[in-house]
């Protein structure tokens, strides 16, 4: 029943991963609007034009792929944590649970909700295509894994009904 997910092509050379190491680091030093391009250059030791025209054609491009590879990453060890349950619903409860604490305490997440939270809110939400599709594909994955999707749906719709929420 485990989703599987593995960074996509270009996070797997060398190169493009030191530069991912290189800006999570700067990230959490110094935030996103006082971290440039040339400190990650300097830092990897490569030249600016080699991040921009090679691997990322923006900052904005940048963060979102350490945001990538961090909730990758967060769900790998969500995935490890969940691979002896066996019930769907101790399944979906224990994920969920597990991964909005993952993100409430993960550290580039705290420190950009305490020092720019009007920019970050936006980045892993509306303007962060990627982090959705990503969200989804796992979502749609534990759904078909499970082995009654009417189980997993009633899942999500009794609590809504309960609550008195129109659904289907």
Not at 88 to 110: M, N, S
Not at 119 to 130: E, F
Not at 145 to 155: E, F, I
Request: aromatic share 10%.
């Amino acid at each position: 029943m485990a989703n599987t997910f593995r960074f996509s092509a270009d996070e797997q050379g060398d190169t493009a991963q030191r530069i991912l190491d290189a800006a999570y680091a700067l990230f959490l030093d110094f935030g996103f609007r006082r971290m440039t391009m040339e400190d990650v250059a300097k830092r990897v030791g490569v030249s600016r034009i080699t991040i921009y025209y090679r691997h990322y054609r923006d900052k904005d491009a940048l963060f979102q792929a350490v945001a990538l590879r961090e909730s990758r990453r967060a769900m790998r060890d969500i995935q490890k944590q969940l691979a002896a349950l066996k019930d769907p619903e101790q399944i979906f409860v224990e994920d969920f649970l597990k991964t909005a604490l993952q993100a409430r305490r993960h550290p580039l997440i705290q420190r950009l909700l305490e020092t720019e939270p009007e920019w970050l809110l936006p980045h892993i939400t509306v303007k962060s295509d990627a982090l959705f599709q990503l969200a989804l594909s796992y979502c749609s994955k534990f759904i078909r894994d499970s082995q009654s999707v009417r189980h997993v749906a009633n899942l999500i719709l009794i609590p809504l009904r309960s609550m008195g929420k129109p659904c289907c």
